[in-house]
Nanobody
Framework: QVQLVESGGGSVQAGGSLRLSCAAS????????MAWFRQAPGKEREAVAC????????YYADSVKGRFTISRDNAENIVYLQMNSLQPADTAMYYC????????????????WGQGTQVTVSS
């Protein structure tokens, strides 16, 4: 079992920045795929970014490319999502996801999910 705990959400004005953290604990050995998803009220959940631990390859949704950066601290088992130039359209609940296997981008078949952290961007 893997437990994921997100933090770092909050309220910011447009143009501001936030850094989300996802701390993984439990059977994290071999975590292969880790990702951030978001879901706004009334909308479907969408993939924001993912990182493949072994290769270090990252992928981003077109809507966040150039503004968001996903990274991982392997020693601490923490995945970060640095979010810059935030826009009101980025307002959503953000979820961290992880899996011991390769999960193709941008699919959502991850086994482990966090509880989410709210990001609100005002204009």
């Amino acid at each position: 079992q893997v437990q994921l705990v997100e933090s770092g959400g909050g309220s910011v004005q447009a143009g501001g920045s936030l850094r989300l953290s996802c701390a993984a604990s439990g059977s994290t050995y071999g975590d292969t795929s880790m990702a951030w998803f978001r879901q706004a009220p009334g909308k479907e959940r969408e993939a924001v970014a993912c990182i493949y631990v072994q290769s270090g390859k990252t992928y981003y949704a077109d809507s966040v490319k150039g503004r968001f950066t996903i990274s991982r601290d392997n020693a601490e088992n923490i995945v970060y999502l640095q979010m810059n130039s935030l826009q009101p359209a980025d307002t959503a609940m953000y979820y961290c996801a992880a899996d011991h296997y390769y999960i193709p981008w941008p699919t959502s078949g991850y086994k482990y999910w966090g509880q989410g952290t709210q990001v609100t961007v005002s204009s």
